[in-house]
Every structure is written in C-alpha cells, then in structure tokens.
C-alpha cells in the first residue's frame, strides 16, 4: 500500500488550498482516512478524519475551515482547507488504515505567509 500526497504550497492568509492523497497497492478494504499535520517544533496532530461511510470529525482548530471528503472509487481523499492562517503552516500527513493496519504518506508542506 502507496500513499502519494499532492497540493501543498504557499498561500498567503485567507487564501485556500486543496490537499490530495492517493492509495495505491488495493482498492478494498480502506477504513478511515485522515490528514494529520505537524509544524516545527511541534508534535504531529490529528486534522481532520472520515469513515468509509462518510463520517467526519475535526481538530478543533480547523472546524468551520477545513472539509475533508472522500472518492472510494479513486481511494483518494482529500482536505479542503479555506481561511488559512500562518497557525495552519506544517507539514500535512495523510493517513489510511487499510484492513485497520495503518500507512502514513509522504507529507506536503503548507506555508501561509501573513
């Protein structure tokens, strides 16, 4: 199992990006998909994370900013993250548990200059 994260970048505050990540490896058997994040210095934090049924839930820091969705056809998820703020600079992570063993992909780095 693959995950290949795509969509980081510099963004300045208010401004809105849209992070990718694809599962390859299988097709079956996703469970919960997730992004996590991590900013210098600091310990990496769940964001934001959906069911197989579309069940959702946030860091509080991000509700209201962030949607996560799912495509079970493509096994992608993805996070769309509006009103960023520098706080939300990090290096976002995301996470799949596949038969409930988990994978971890590469990260993208996010920057939002104020």
């Known amino acids: 199992v693959q995950l290949q994260a795509f969509g980081g970048g510099l963004v300045q505050a208010g401004g809105s990006l849209r992070l990718s990540c694809a599962v390859s490896?299988?097709?079956?058997?996703?469970?919960?998909m997730g992004w996590h994040r991590q900013a210098p210095g600091m310990q990496r934090e769940l964001v934001a994370v959906?069911?197989?049924?579309?069940?959702?839930n946030y860091a509080d820091s991000v509700k209201g900013r962030f949607t996560i969705s799912r495509d079970n056809a493509k096994s992608t998820v993805y996070l769309q993250m509006n009103s960023l703020q520098p706080e939300d600079t990090a290096v976002y992570y995301c996470?799949?548990?596949?038969?409930?063993?988990?994978?971890w992909g590469q990260g993208t780095l996010v920057t939002v200059s104020s």
């Open positions: 490896g299988t097709s079956h058997g996703i469970n919960l």
């Open positions: 996470r799949v548990l596949v038969n409930f063993a988990g994978y």
């Open positions: 959906i069911t197989a049924a579309g069940t959702t």
